[in-house]
């Protein structure tokens, strides 16, 4: 990564009014329509999608412009089996023993367990690692606000799988360590989520739920 010194001109794209609304309006309605899925088709992506998808993940803004975060991409059907394997004896232990009962309780409308199948289905996997810290010149230099800091550039990488008419689930099975060492990822690096990445099954069904009204997310302060 090169550094960047000095300043230069922003150039911004502007809109009327009109067509602010008109775009603001538009880009919620298509964000509602994306839901977390369960069940995808093996139907093959593009690498290119995803190289874009990633890109755009890598746009987001970060703590001193450190930029702190990996995007590990998964092909291997190996790699995905072995994954596969490891996230769900760590979510069996979750389902019997590691989560409360009101855990548990909430998540039957969703009709989770710890079988994760997406995980070899779906044509592609992303798994996103912080960077807590990194080495330059043998020194340690650190990272600032990592955790926002990727949150955040995974919420663009969501949005830019819904955009490219591809769906997800974000999946942390938990602890998961087993994906550093599967992935053979530096001691700087801590896994923070992963994603299958594909097209819904054809028989896919999602959980009819609600999203919450502006009212009950915002407060107005005029």
Known sequence: ??????FIPFKQTSFSQPEMMKRA???Y?????????RD?????VPFEVIKNIVLTAGTSPSGAHKQPWTFCIIRSNELKSKIKT???EEEYK???????EQWLEDLK????DWNKPFIE???WIIVVFKRIFEFEENEKRPNYYVNESVGIACGLLINAIHNAGLATLTHTPSPMNFLTEILERPENEKPYLLLPIGYAARDAKVPNIDRKTFEEVAILFD
């Open 121 to 123: 289905t779906a044509p």
């Open 94 to 100: 979750s389902y019997h023993g590691r989560m409360s």
């Open 29 to 37: 309605q298509f964000s509602n329509q994306r839901r977390s899925i």
């Open 109 to 112: 409308t969703f009709g989770t």
């Open 86 to 88: 490891a996230a769900e």
């Open 25 to 27: 309006e538009a880009l």
């Open 40 to 44: 995808f088709s093996d139907k093959d």
């Open 1 to 6: 990564m090169s550094k960047q010194r000095g």
